[in-house]
């Protein structure tokens, strides 16, 4: 396995170490943690949905919460009331979870929704006017110190030719 080391980027830069320790958590091997299961897609330039598979879960069972750039979604279930029969195989998974998402700055959550066992989470990134990109319109130069000193010459000539006439 290729390890990083970060370190002189936390040395020689000032304002990058929450982006350091993203790319430093993200090397790290995830600790077994695959529940629930999830799939990140873009829906447009800047929107995206992350798509979590809850079977089990009614959407009081569920939070979502964002707070510093990062998404929360929990779940947690109340104990099921004991059910006439015995299990002979239980697949479906419905232990309490909490599965984080780091977002990039001007990414916020627009909706979710729980249909069919899965929870739809809408994210759109709104960059503020200020960082947006703006045209800026070329227009027609005015008088320049050039011109002007230019323009004074000529007006000498004209003046000195006409005395001399």
Do not use: C, W
């Not at 299990?87 to 729980?114: C, D, M």
């Not at 027609?140 to 004209?158: M, N, W």
């Amino acid at each position: 396995m290729t390890t990083f080391d970060f370190s002189p980027l936390y040395r020689t830069s000032v304002g990058f170490d929450r982006l350091a320790s993203m790319m430093n958590s993200a090397t790290r091997q995830d600790q077994g943690n695959t529940y629930p299961p999830y799939n990140i897609r873009t829906t447009g330039d800047d929107h995206y949905q992350i798509t979590m598979a809850v079977a089990g879960f009614a959407e009081g069972d569920l939070d979502i919460t964002t707070e510093q750039n990062r998404l929360v979604v929990t779940g947690n279930r109340a104990d099921e009331a004991e059910e006439k029969g015995e299990y002979l195989h239980r697949g479906i998974a419905t232990r309490s979870f909490e599965r984080r998402f780091n977002l990039a700055e001007h990414v916020k959550v627009v909706s979710a929704s729980l249909e069919n066992g899965l929870l739809h989470i809408d994210l759109e990134r709104e960059l503020p006017e200020a960082m947006k990109p703006r045209t800026i319109e070329i227009s027609k130069p005015t008088a320049r110190l050039l011109d002007i000193e230019k323009g004074s010459k000529e007006k000498d000539v004209l003046e000195s030719e006409d005395k001399a006439a």
